[in-house]
């Protein structure tokens, strides 16, 4: 298939195509006569793991390395497992920032009263740092 058939089949840009070739995710298609990418279903299941992986937040060199995993199945899974749980532990990181943020956005949100900019909570709120710290 070529380029465009891949990129419909998958959902990828064509340039992120292109991208992951040159970083080495997928490797270089063979060529038609014409010189025109030709990409095979090895290509596809590869770049719909690294789209999935990409979609669940993983780095480019975690991919890298649970590809690595992929491509040599007699090794040990526990790497991936190293590499997904330590994700994870990042997500769950990421979260507890979010909440945080969240409760935050909405304690200035809701001291709101409406009127002029001049008298506006929600800028004199984000203007003080140092209440926005004490309450952490």
């Known amino acids: ?23 080495g995710l997928l490797p270089a298609p063979s060529r038609t006569a014409a010189n025109y990418r030709s990409y095979g279903d090895a ?15 993983f780095t480019i060199e975690e ?3 649970l590809l690595d995993l992929s491509d040599h199945p007699e090794r040990d899974c526990a790497d991936a ?7 994870l532990e990042q997500v769950e990181e990421k979260i507890a920032q979010l909440a945080l943020l969240r409760e935050e956005l909405s304690r200035i949100v809701g001291r709101c009263r409406g009127g002029i900019a001049a008298d506006c909570r929600v800028i004199e709120a984000l203007g003080d740092h140092a209440q926005c710290e004490s309450a952490h």
């Open 1 to 23: 298939m070529k380029i465009g058939e891949l990129s419909r089949a998958t959902g990828t840009n064509i340039e992120t195509i292109r991208y992951y070739e040159r970083i």
């Open 43 to 57: 290509h596809r299941a590869r770049l719909a793991f690294v789209r999935h992986s990409r979609d669940l937040g």
């Open 63 to 65: 991919i890298r390395s």
């Open 81 to 87: 497992d190293r590499i997904a749980t330590r994700h």
